[in-house]
């Protein structure tokens, strides 16, 4: 049902992570490879809040070339994608990267880490074209700060089917 909170099996919720202090420079930002997608899966499940088990099977269709993971000594930690389209303005297509899937895990949060996957996607999208960049953030502070700004909104209104009328007389 639209609204209810979703059970969840709450041995997969990490409590009360211990920070990890990490230097940035030694942390390794990179495209994941093939047998990552695992890890990947737990990463964003972990982060996002969703069942690990269910991405881990539809893992193998993460586009792993639209991706950007960091990596805290050989784990990743962090991961950021792009879904690459056009939008379209004034009649004209440009190109355009969607940034999607930011996570980090929650002992490597408030390090920097999911700017750092973030701004390799972004350059990702640049050197290939991409002349626009856009994103629906669930927090808007972290991607002000690398140059996102709320451009539109998205509305969505529910009406009871029996208020709509059924003809032009009604």
Known sequence: HVGELRERDHRQVRRGAVRVSVRMSDVEIRAP???ERGALAT???TSLNFPIEPAIERSHR???DDMRVA????????VAAEFRFD???AGRALTCNAVWGVATLPEHRGRGLASATTEAVMRAGRDRGAVVSALFPAVVAP???LG???GGTFTKHRIPIGAIP???GD
Do not use: H, K, M
């Not at 990596?71 to 962090?78: A, D, K, M, R």
């Open 33 to 35: 490879r093939d047998d």
């Open 43 to 45: 990463v964003l499940g």
């Open 62 to 64: 993460f586009p792993l």
């Open 71 to 78: 990596l805290v000594g050989g784990e990743i930690t962090s």
């Open 87 to 89: 939008q379209w303005f």
């Open 143 to 145: 991607y002000r700060r």
């Open 148 to 150: 996102y700004e709320l």
């Open 166 to 168: 059924n003809g032009a």
